[in-house]
DNA sequence: GTGGGGATTCCCATGATGGGAAGGTCAAGC
DNA sequence: GCTTGACCTTCCCATCATGGGAATCCCCAC
């Protein structure tokens, strides 16, 4: 790859930059940049001869704040509703901030949730030996053997944290 | 291939249960049961003449502890080692620990980077009038107006949280 | 004109789960 | 006996956001 860079072709102006150069600008994978047009997410970007897709500034510029919404862990879906207040002069800051209201309170209930698991599971961790002798009150528990404790209601389908990123 | 053996050898142990009852018992969907032999982690049941999975009280203790470490969020591929030490007699309780150790880890760095999300947007949000005017500093983070904040490295494909459940 | 890097599309995989179709089985009721 | 409905079977598809990779084409510097 390497961006040898263009030495000057860009002067900032209407840049048209490609995929990659895009991707490079706004921190969003290629893929995943043609994932959200595919989506609906973003426009379609016009195209040149050869059928390369050329984005302008702007177009960068709504990839950077998706990229941004992403990194706060909302839903594509959540970021659809943001983008088109965005762009919507007339909006009312009332509906941009129940959106992130409902992020913020989807947050905090998957919070909760993995904090009852890590305590559930710190404590039986603390109270196991750890050495050469096979009991374990780790292994007791995921038996049937405590108490019911953490682990909430089974979240339905929960709200997406963050984005996987590289290692998988 | 039934019982070939004697007109009753299960009379009340040896339960001999069909996936139905095998979920309520445990708690774990028959979808789930199904998968989870599909991809090894439990063993190939018996089936009656009619091709009818059927079930031991052994391996209905086994999804349930299945259950139980789901609900702690472990990983299926953990849950498998848990599995394999938990009916190894002469396993070392530190082998046990040590892989509730690392999910504690990867549950506490979680815990975090949805806490920088949440604490992030509850900021903006309380930032934010919530009235009819569209002047909105959730938008003008997201625009790139703010310094950066929240958002850990875009996890690894995260330490699955728990299981999704019913609603989806 | 050639080579290498980058673009294109298309398909597949992930993790853990559910939904549903098409067809076979069992048990209870008439 | 026969019907009915609940249950089982397998198989495929969808989720959510992302990456990997193949096959093919394009662009630019040499």
Known sequence: MLISGPPFRWHWTET???IGQASAASGVSAKMIRYYESIGLIPKPSRTDAGYRVYTETEVRTLGF???ARDLGLS???IGLLVGLWLDHGRSSADVKRIATEHVAE???RILELIAMRDTLQALAKSCHGDQRPECP???ELEGGGARRAAAPRRPAGPRPAAPGPAA
Chains 1, 2 share one sequence.
């Open 107 to 109: 947050l905090e209930s």
């Open 76 to 78: 594509i879906e959540r």
């Open 138 to 140: 780790i292994l007791h």
């Open 16 to 18: 048209g930059m490609n």
């Open 66 to 68: 998706i990229r941004r």
